[in-house]
């Protein structure tokens, strides 16, 4: 069965702290991976997408890495702010069929 | 995001009630979806639909039916409400650039509450 599993659940960290948060898979045949934020009460909005081949990539002061070998894949967020307080979805397609695997999120605060 | 509309944004009902939720998007994408997300659950799957003859049911579809009225609209039907159906929904789009570049974008969420 397909799974994506975050870590940790949640974190609280300082304002200008940085952290990186975890995303493990097991959906193969793998096609891509995809990061999003989800703000308090909105929908998520993409951050990152990467396929096989990349192993990072950059979105301002967030960063992924993909590890296709382990099924790992990372977010460090960089000089963490207010408004980075947020829900961060890992999302990962397989490339048979239609079908997106959701994880559960991690929960970030970020505190003054 | 504005370019995907959803309403109502909030919606009380009754258990055995009839509700539609309704999606608008001003992108132009070809694909469209409905989700389901419950706390400390992933976001689910219900329908989607590649196109307005394509209707497709997604992992958890049972009590939900769809109506894809035009490219740009897409409503989620339940016809007899229960309460293990509140949840918060979202509509999402995505245009037809293939697996490893496509790209969903989510409506702001229903918040449905099942009585």
């Known amino acids: 069965k397909n799974q994506v599993e975050q870590s940790p659940q949640s974190l609280i960290i300082l304002e200008g702290k940085n952290c990186t948060l975890q995303c493990n898979y097991t959906v193969s045949p793998f096609s891509n991976l995809r990061w999003y934020k989800q703000d308090t009460g909105r929908g998520p909005v993409s951050l990152t997408i990467m396929t096989f081949s990349e192993n990072t990539k950059s979105n301002g002061r967030y960063t992924a890495t993909l590890d296709a070998d382990t099924k790992q894949s990372s977010l460090h967020i960089t000089a963490s702010q207010l408004s980075d307080s947020a829900s961060y979805i890992c999302v990962v397609s397989a490339s048979s069929g239609y079908a997106l695997n959701f994880g559960k999120g991690t929960s970030l605060l970020v505190t003054p | 995001d504005a370019d995907v509309t959803q309403t109502p944004r909030n919606r009380i009902t009754k258990t055995g009630k009839r509700i539609m939720l309704e999606c608008s998007q001003t992108k132009g994408h070809d694909r469209m979806y409905w989700y389901r997300q419950d706390p400390g659950l992933g976001l689910r799957l219900i329908y989607y639909s590649f196109d307005v003859k394509d209707i497709n049911k997604g992992e958890i579809s049972d009590g939900y039916s769809v109506s894809r009225q035009a490219q740009a609209k897409f409503s989620l039907s339940l016809e007899s409400a229960i309460p293990n159906q509140t949840a918060l929904y979202f509509c999402?789009?995505?245009?037809?650039?293939?697996?490893?570049?496509?790209?969903?974008?989510f409506g702001p969420g229903t918040r449905l509450l099942v009585l």
């Open positions: 999402a789009t995505s245009d037809k650039r293939g697996p490893n570049q496509e790209t969903q974008y």
